[in-house]
């Protein structure tokens, strides 16, 4: 248990996807206008990364080790992806209209957001059990929402300063972010997975 | 959209680039330019994958579907990548050492399958050829330009190693600027990455406006 | 037929699946006998540097044991070997340095002294812990020549906590690390000393893919 | 006669509050602690400390002058001042003159006005440039020395001390380890708990401010002195600095009760380290913590609780600054869900129903 | 025999990849698109062709297209610009966008010679008047859409101003002088 | 007795001594008097006179229209100079239409309405008669017209009248004056009015910084049982209704209620006490005590003054100004109205004309929000005076609204103790009326659209008239075709 727990403070807090791992940064800058519209974001890419992170372990110890297929492993597991995601996305569209406006563009980038990839490839390299990499990608998942979700709260605040002309915008959502990753470098050596 | 190569090189270079513009590929750009050496060794590899998939996808945009097009896009980037990294792991092997960890990234950066959607998918072969080439070359230069900042702040070298990615002949490239004490190891450190960018695109912003342009407010997702 | 129908879009992909498969194992079936070649050659590589050239005669990467020890896998030893007989061996140790597990290579002399080590991988900071690499700093070197009763074991710490290596200034956590891994690594010589320098004839040659 | 017409609306009384006003009184509340540890780390400090507070002082006009803004009311605020004193009282005492300049530019460039300046950063400027340079030059951040007061015997004299300060070198025999650094050295050695706190002065000098450690660190009583001198002039209120050191106290009650050799008592946590500045003076930062004291109550908490996790399971011995910069972070998200009920409505924001008759 | 395996498995994940996907996008297709009829709500409906297209549906049309801008509607003002970005999910800049103020169409007696022209243009029968009398605009009514100013063959209607009155003063924004 | 806390709110500094000595004394008549038209909240009254007529004394010279509004009396004998607009005591410097009156000096009253003989057992519409026909309006500032309030019994079971005699405002002392000069007064309209509303029980509050006045009234209710009087705590904005309510019962009424909702009706004491000279003699409105106070002003008084009176009139009597002052101000500090000029005239709701020195106004350069949160802590509604003012800096006045900022009661707390002098309530009075323009332009946007409808149908009906009528028309040959002319409502064109 105890194991599983500094599994996950690790994946959460100690190697964060976003401000650690740098996984995932394109929607970190992307959609995180909104408090809302990041927690949606959060909760699309948890679910697309732990379903994939278990079909991904699964392709890897039945198909991909067993039979020599280590090179087709990044063909495959995008596949894989892919086709989790755009199932995703077309069951959001369906049953929630607003949540797949104001998701926009991003749901098919889900398939390119590194985090998910980059997540089943340390998996991979982890050499994890089928428990241990569910958790893991779970807990890097909920690591990646609540990175989401906070430097949404904090742009909400960005959008109601005077930001100088020149840093408004992306500028200044880089250097917030990396004041961000500086206070999360507080938890390192928390755990070292 | 692009009219002539010149626009395309353009546009991939400057106006439109990838990572300072469009703030696609942001992962790469932070994770790969502790120095300058890693970011231009990975902003190549990411040229050359991103202008063959770019002639691919335009090669064969007649067959490909609507439903499936993008586990199509992200096939033929990972299936180029995959050969890259094969061909490099066997026939240059000392760069394949120095980048071997980042080629399969390539993979899920956002950028070449944005260009696969917004250009080749609609251009002919030659000019999708020519826009991966000038959008993965806008790639290195931004990564090198990240690395370099980086690099030298944080470490007080420039381009350290950069005989291990183009060989021998290159190591006179390598600098020290200042003493290692100096370094602000932050700066290699991931706030550093998000710092440096931040930075850049400011700089981006004031070479823009010196030369009459308005300030570009977002990266390519900004309606 | 019908652009439409579930069996074309599963077509179409099953077709650019199918090329770019073909394209991928063809690569594959090229480049595999090169990149083998070179997996050898980084191992032969990185084995040169904590076995001396001069007292092998056999192909270390090659030449491996395979001992059961505490971790589930077991623990590859290489041997080297002069007219048959065991004249060293090198192993993977590792530490806890300040942002993980440092993977280190230690080569040990038939006579319990250190023939060399070397980093492997680690993740410590650059700038600070990265001194450990041998392209960074000598620093590494030092333990070349030297065993457990030299110096005695309680003396295999660094200088901050009472031992004789320096630290590296400003950072301590990651020395530790690789003293201790050493010192370890060097107990466990001794505690299989006879396995490891009079190995048993079913030798399992580790394949090397 | 014509008199200014609809140029802004009532209220055309105002009290007396000003922003210069509250900055001076918490530089005010500073002093004491201030003068007493300048006098107890000597010459060197008081360099360091100059050096912070003007570098401070002038990036802020710098910025100022770059954006084309008046330098008058701004500058005269005094929060620049205030950022610079309170990075000061971070800074190792002894530290190098550079440490204080690149300080000043992390907080006030960096950290402040790159957001727009005072009122429109997101994190504390003070201990983004505390962190930053942690993390940037551990060496010399972390070189701690014991307190020699000014005029003693052994103690570096105002030449000496140019050489320590400006030239960056302190000589042998003076270093020593700050409390919190002693006890995590220990137990990455193998040494319990009570073994390190046993070499550690008692806690009647650590009150004091008798030990290593910054200039805000080591006189805690002078601090908390400042800081009840501010709740008593109604420039912050409890609710901060109670819930922050109450969560620490308990927290490190609860882990030393469970596992007295791998945790430290309550008293020695709120008592070390930058713990009291903290609650007092930085945790309390108006532009960087919740406005709603609900809110401040959950960030006092979150400061406390990270403190404790950071201090006890991390790599970095400090805790406060980075629990105040994660806390700073989630401050937006604390603000819009601890708003007041609305006069009328249920906390959730529909009308009351009415009462009254029957 | 590796090869054959390679290639195979990735071609049946590929078939069985895009069979699912091609279903699912015929079963969870959207049927309709409601935004036509949202945004056609959302115009004036007054049928003015200020916006260059035949009518409201029109522009709505064109507007679901993405052929239009959502400042289409000139008489809709930013309000009507700002309600229709925001169901498109785009943002605008309306702050350089000039808006005329609020006006009326006023018809100066002296002029009017009662020939009933501009009250047939107006699509919210907001002119009053017969035959060779003297017409008037119900100001409460007009909506500024400026359709009857043209034809007037006396050049007798004007647009002007709604003027501010105690009741619809209010403050203005406090200057930003920092 | 029990008191409740409200929320929030300030101890300003309260200046009151400046006028509270002073009696009221009365305005010598000046040489005109110009009464606005439209003195209250809701429709303008409807002229009854015309230039060069003769008035008398408490004649009726404009008329309340619709449900919302109240008549305008002549406050003297004398002739109507003319109908003309003159600027209105209003922060816009807009124009209205005034009666301008010449007083003749003979203070010759008009033919009064029959008081009630015992109104205490009147029926309550006789007492609403009579308070419609006097004009009266809510003199605690908002004029909103009285009698409409004296209906809200008839809807509604009521538990009391609650009579507002906080006067938190600073510098206002006129209530005060009024409570300790005529305690009987004020007690009696109190009384009639809870008989109007059915109330049993009457509520005086009185904020406990105003002991002669508590006193005064304590003595003269103490003959009545069902009137109370109770001291309320010194802490603006106290003499707002619902925070009085709630202070003075614990009950908070609900948002978009009324305080009759919850069983009280409130009222101010000196909303009373004319309601006592109307109904038991008749006379309407057209006189009221207005405070002339400020350092800027030579000698402060409680002046009683005619609706109509020049302001400068005002500061004459009370000896002119000292210096040029940094705000004239209509009403109280808090709350007021900017004047634009010395020469505006009185108006029903003028309770205190201030004039301010720059010492006093304390007014300084606005800096950025340090987020101290102060404005939220002190805000009597529990809104986040901050946020809303950084949504509306940034336009987006959506924001503002989902943040309660129609909520706010404008009493400037929040932008009297901000310490960066942020004008907060300008923003939130800006973000008022842009939302309420926008509401306008929307209902407007609904009424073309339906007016375009009832025009598209009309014509097709036209149309199809037409061909039906062509249709008979082929039928019944040779009938001469019908004169056609066009007709304003009916068009013949389809
Ligand atoms: C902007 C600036 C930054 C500096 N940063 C460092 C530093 O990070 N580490 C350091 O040791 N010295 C730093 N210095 C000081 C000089 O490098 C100084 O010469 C050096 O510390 C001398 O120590 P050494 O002789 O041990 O190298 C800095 C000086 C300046 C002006
Ligand atoms: C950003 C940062 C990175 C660090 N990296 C390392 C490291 O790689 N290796 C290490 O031993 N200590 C590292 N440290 C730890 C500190 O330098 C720590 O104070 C030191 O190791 C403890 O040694 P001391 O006993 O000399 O104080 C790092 C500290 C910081 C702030
Ligand atoms: C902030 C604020 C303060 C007020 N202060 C007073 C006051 O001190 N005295 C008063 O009579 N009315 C005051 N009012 C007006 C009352 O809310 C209420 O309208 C009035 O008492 C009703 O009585 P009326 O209709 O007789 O004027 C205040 C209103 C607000 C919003
Ligand atoms: C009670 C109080 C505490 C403050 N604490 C800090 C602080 O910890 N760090 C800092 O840089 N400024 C502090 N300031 C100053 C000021 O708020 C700060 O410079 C702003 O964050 C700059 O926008 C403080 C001010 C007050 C009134
Ligand atoms: S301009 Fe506006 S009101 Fe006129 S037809 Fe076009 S959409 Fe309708
Ligand atoms: S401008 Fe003319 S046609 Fe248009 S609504 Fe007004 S009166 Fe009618
Ligand atoms: S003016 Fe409005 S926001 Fe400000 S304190 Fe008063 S009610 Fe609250
Ligand atoms: S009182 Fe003024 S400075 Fe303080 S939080 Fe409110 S608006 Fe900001
Ligand atoms: S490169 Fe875009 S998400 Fe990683």
Known sequence: MQEYLLLMVGAILVNNVILARFLGLCSFMGVTTRVDTAMGMGLATTFVITVSSMLNWAAQAYLLEPFGLGYLRTVVFILVIAGAVQFTEMTVRKVSPPLFQMLGIYLPLITTNCAVLGVALLLIEGRMSFIESTVFAFASSIGYSLVMVIFAGLRERLALAEIPRLFAGPPIGFITAGLLALAFMGFSGISTV | MATGYGRIARDGLWDNNGVLAMLLGMCPTMAMTTSATNGLGMGLATAVVMAASGGLVATFRGYITQEVRIPVYILIVAAMVTVVDLTMNAYMHDLYKVLGLFIPLIVSNCLPLARLESFASKEPVLPSLADGVFMGLGFTLALTAIGAVREILGAGTLFADASLLLGPAFSFMEVRVMPESMGTLMMILPPGGFLVTGFLVVGKRMIDVAGGKAIQMGGAHAV | ?209 | MMIETATTSAPYTHSAASVQKTMTTVILALVPATAFNLYLFGWPAVFLFAVTVGACAAMEGLALLISGRRLMPTLGDGSAVLTGWLLAMTLPPWAPWWTGVLGAVFAILLGKQIFGGLGQNLFNPAMVARVALLVSFPVAMTSWVAPHPLFWTGTPGFLDALAITFGGQIPDGYSAATALGLVKTGLSMGQTVSQSVGQLPDLMDMGLGLRAGSLGETSALLILGGGLFLIWKKVITWHVPAAMLGTLFVAATLGHLANPERFTDGAFQILSGAAFLGAFFIATDYVTSPVSKTGQLIFGFGVGLLTWIIRSFAGYPEGVAFAVLLMNSLTPIIDQYTRPRRFGRTRRGEPLAPQGDK | MFLLLAVGSLTIIGVVLGGILGTAARLLAVKVDPLEADLQALLPGSQCGQCGYVGCAQAAKALAAGDAAATVCPPGGKATAEALAKRLGVSIDLSDHVERGPEYAAIDEELCIGCTRCLKECSVDGIFGATKQMHTILAESCHACGKCIPVCPTEAITMRPIPVTLGTWHWPKPATAH | MKLFAIRGGIHPEYRKELASDKAITALPMPQRLRILLHQHIGAPARLLVAAGERVLKGQMIAQGQGPVSAPAHAPTSGYIESVSEVTAPHASGLSQTAVVLVPDGKEEWAPLPTPLADPLTAEPQAIRDLVAQAGIVGMGGAAFPSVVKLHLGTQRKLEMLVLNGAECEPYLTCDDRVMREHPDEVIDGARIMAHALGAPLVIIGIEDNKPEALEAMTREAAAFPEVQVRPVPVQYPMGSERHLVQALTGRETPAAKLTADIGAVVHNVATAQAIHHAVRFGRPLIERVVTVSGRAVREPRNILAPIGAPVTALIDFCGGLVGVPARLVQGGPMMGQPLPSLDVPVIKGTSGILALNAEETGEAEPGPCIRCGTCVAICPCGLVPLEMAAFIRTDNLDGANNLGVTECLSCGSCSWACPSHIPLVQYFNYAKGMLKTKERDRAKHERTKTLTEAHRDRLERAAAAKAAAAAAKATTKGTPPAARQPRAEEPAEA
């Open chain 3, 1 to 209: 037929m019908n652009k439409n129908s579930s069996l074309y879009h599963g077509l179409v992909l099953g077709a650019f699946c199918l090329g770019f498969g073909l394209l991928l194992a063809v690569t594959d079936a090229l480049t595999a006998k090169d990149i083998a070649a070179r997996a050898m050659e980084d191992r032969q590589n990185s084995l040169a540097a904590v076995i001396p050239d001069a007292i092998h005669d056999n192909n270390p990467v090659v030449d491996t044991i395979l001992l059961d020890v505490a971790k589930d896998e077991g623990l590859t030893v290489y041997l080297a070997k002069k007219d048959g007989l065991v004249t060293g061996v090198a192993y993977e140790v590792s530490g806890i340095g300040y942002a993980g597990r440092i993977k280190l290579m230690l080569g040990v002399g038939a006579d319990g002294r250190v023939l060399g080590v070397r980093a492997l991988a680690h993740k410590e900071t650059p700038g600070l812990g990265d001194k450990i690499e041998i392209k960074k700093g000598d620093w590494i070197e030092r333990f070349t020549g030297l065993g457990l009763g030299n110096p005695p074991i309680e003396k295999w710490k660094v200088k901050k906590d009472g031992g004789q290596f320096d630290q590296f200034s400003g950072a301590t956590i990651t020395p530790r690390g690789v003293v201790g891994a050493i010192r370890e690594g060097l107990v466990f010589f001794d505690a299989r000393k006879q396995e490891l320098t009079q190995p048993q004839p079913p030798q399992k040659v580790n394949e090397v893919r």
